[in-house]
């Protein structure tokens, strides 16, 4: 398996609606500029997009309409992935937009753990572990010279420790089949699924002063309805999204709080 990844061949899986179509001209473009066009991309959606993909980029309609709503995510969800031969994959969330180099050294090295150990359910690819978790509810499960693979306690002490979560993430399909049931919307899925998963004896795995992934959530329907996020962005990328959603109605600027810490631009992001 880790020589077929090492050369390229481990696909991303994105999952979206026709609500939230427009995000993937942003989420594509830069997803190709950061991590890399030589990454095969397959969008989960239904109907078609409107605008021409990159080359890496596949959409697969799931269905021509999608049934009951956001409760209905998981159904299309289970349905695909009980489709496919992929032993191990990333999955994202649609409005993930990448904002710096993805570090392809340091996946090379997550690849290998991966292989090694057959108890690994998901390895996060942000920094989520290491800054959006006490650090008690981590340890550190390998030492390198300038970073650490950290793992995920088995179960939330204080705090809901999320192990399960749309984080951009290296998968095991039977892992994420395991806790992907029927009439499930996105945060069931990470509540309800988390909870199930708590103490199941398999590993959650990150990193610490070093990540694979670094993005920026372009919108939030919840808190900030309407609005388009590049808060973490570098100036060029700002108005790259200003261009590309300039006909657009949703009001563009600096909405999220990605970090619960001051100064976690300079922190998390760095140039």
């Given at each position: 398996m880790v020589q077929e990844v090492l050369a390229g061949r481990m696909k991303i899986y994105i999952p979206t609606c026709d609500r939230h179509m427009f995000v993937i001209k942003a989420f594509s473009h830069f997803f190709n500029k950061y991590w890399g066009d030589d990454f095969e991309v397959k969008i989960l959606g239904f109907s078609k997009?409107?605008?021409?993909?990159?080359?890496?980029?596949?959409?697969?309609s799931m269905a021509d309409e999608q049934v009951g709503g956001a409760k209905g995510w998981s159904n299309y969800l289970i349905e695909f992935f009980n489709s496919i031969d992929d032993e191990n994959f990333i999955f994202g969330i649609d409005d993930f937009c990448v904002v710096r180099p993805f570090d392809r050294e340091l996946f090379k090295e997550l690849l290998k753990i991966c292989a090694k150990d057959n108890k690994i359910g998901r390895i996060d690819l942000q920094p989520s572990l290491q800054y959006a978790r006490s650090p008690n509810d981590v340890s550190t499960y390998k030492e390198f010279d300038n970073f650490d693979i950290i793992e995920l306690n088995q179960r939330s002490t204080n705090q809901f420790i999320y192990r399960i979560t749309g984080q951009f993430s290296i998968w095991n399909r039977e892992y994420f089949l395991k806790y992907l049931k029927p009439n499930w919307s996105p945060h069931d899925w990470e509540l309800q699924g988390g909870q199930m998963a708590e103490g199941d004896g398999h590993k959650i795995l990150g990193t610490r002063?070093?990540?694979?992934?670094?993005?920026?959530?372009?919108?939030?329907?919840?808190?900030?309805?309407?609005?388009?996020n590049i808060k973490g962005m570098r100036k060029e990328d700002i108005e790259k999204v200003k261009?590309?959603?300039?006909?657009?109605?949703?009001?563009i600027g600096e909405f999220k709080e990605e970090w619960p810490f001051e100064?976690?631009?300079?922190?998390?992001?760095?140039?």
């Open positions: 997009p409107d605008f021409e993909l990159p080359d890496n980029f596949e959409f697969i002063n070093r990540h694979c992934v670094k993005k920026v959530e372009l919108v939030s329907d919840g808190q900030y309805p309407n609005k388009i261009e590309i959603y300039q006909d657009r109605p949703e009001e100064n976690w631009i300079d922190i998390v992001y760095g140039n």
